[in-house]
């Protein structure tokens, strides 16, 4: 395992454990995280670390995959909040120094197939 | 490059060139695709290539990113129809031959960011 590939399972791990400081020390000081669905951008390790643990909800997570090259990483995430299940795609760039430098996330949410592929498709 | 990574960038030319000799020349017979969000599968190249030829729209589409990693690519892709625009997430599994063997897509569409988190997040 890299130390990238390391540091983006305790990525998760860390911030499912909300251990604050070792999610933070994984971080570079001028981090940045987006979410292009809302168009949300926060600025920095400080306030992101903060965002994390206002996080309302009895949530937690796991990285169903995590998959590194480079300086680039990208995890197929579970994340529930009591019963409710949501998939999240994340996206973590790193540093010179193998700090995360920018997070970009995306919640997909579920919604009703269009017609006209029922002869290509099964549900399950 | 690896054949990997080079297969996981193919299938995003092909698939916007709309070469589908190409393009099905890097799935398994046996692939299976999944849309999470819809609970979708379609199995087996041949559906597989005919849901895309039949896709409809002025679609195209380019990936942003690809991550490789052993069996496991990720990549980030932007797609449109007209001037509409839609990121998605798409996971790709090869088999031991160096095919596609699982295609994993998700579609995630804006939203409104919930209240509360104002005191952290810029909106861009």
Redesign the interface.
Known sequence: MTDREGAAAEYFSTLDARDWAAFGALLAEDVVY??????????GRE??V??NR?Y?GEWRLEAR?V???GR???A?VDFWIGEDHQ?A?V?LDFDEAGLIIRV?D????????PP??EH?????
Request: some cysteine; charged content about 35%.
């Open positions: 987006e979410m292009p669905q809302t168009r949300e951008r926060i600025v306030r992101y903060r965002f206002e309302p995959r998959v590194t090259e680039h990483a990208a197929l998939a795609c996206w970009t995306f919640w997909p949410e579920p919604y009703d197939p006209g592929r290509l498709v099964e549900r399950y």
